[in-house]
T-cell receptor, first 111, second 116 residues
């Protein structure tokens, strides 16, 4: 079946450091892939998406590339800010438009 | 962009009370809405899928008589937690999507339910 695996957190970084959060998936076919972000006490916000192999999603300095060969969709940002502290969820869309989420990775950025 | 509004954002009530949570899509017609439950520091667990004008489809292990879902219009779905007990305390989040398998889901801000 479909599944998403994310690196365990928490990830703790200093401001302006480089960020990578790994995400790999198992799926039949080539589903759309998403990164969502959840700030404390809030719902999820769509951060970026990619709908086919080799697509690169980007938003607010974050990027992720849909890699079919490695079944990965790693999230990267060149220079994180304190305001990026949140929980990040990798997800794929399965049957009936249901989202299948990874466990989430908590990011803490310190000044 | 698309906005999903969820209300209330926080509710505290006594055990045995029924609680209704509303999920509205504000600027698009949501053919499908989803209800999730999230425990502290955990991922989202899909409870049910709600399609406008039809009965909700519940995930395995979710009691449909406990968690009543109504999706009477293209902009509103409600989740009612009936006869709530402390173990029902959780963060409930709805999402909405327009038709099409590649359309992203847009999430509400969640409802924190605390049952005393």
């Amino acid at each position: 079946g479909n599944s998403v695996t994310q690196m365990e957190g928490p990830v703790t970084l200093s401001e302006e450091a480089f960020l990578t959060i790994n995400c790999t998936y198992t799926a039949t076919g080539y589903p759309s892939l998403f990164w969502y972000v959840q700030y404390p006490g809030e719902g999820l916000q769509l951060l970026l998406k990619a709908t086919k192999a080799d697509d690169k999603g980007s938003n607010k300095g974050f990027e992720a590339t849909y890699r079919k060969e490695t079944t990965s969709f790693h999230l990267e940002k060149g220079s994180v800010q304190v305001s990026d502290s949140a929980v990040y969820f990798c997800a794929l869309v399965g049957g009936y438009n249901k989202l299948i989420f990874g466990a989430g990775t908590r990011l803490a950025v310190h000044p | 962009g698309a906005v999903v509004s969820q209300h209330p954002s926080w509710v505290i009530c006594k055990s045995g009370t029924s609680v209704k949570i509303e999920c509205r899509s504000l600027d698009f017609q949501a053919t499908t809405m989803f209800w999730y439950r999230q425990f502290p520091k955990q991922s989202l667990m899909l409870m049910a899928t709600s399609n406008e004008g039809s009965k909700a489809t519940y995930e395995q292990g979710v009691e449909k008589d406990k968690f009543l879902i109504n999706h009477a219009s293209l902009t509103l779905s409600t989740l009612t937690v009936t006869s709530a007990h402390p173990e029902d305390s959780s963060f409930y989040i709805c999402s909405a999507s327009f038709r099409g398998s590649n359309q992203p889901q847009h999430f509400g801000d969640g409802t924190r339910l605390s049952i005393l």
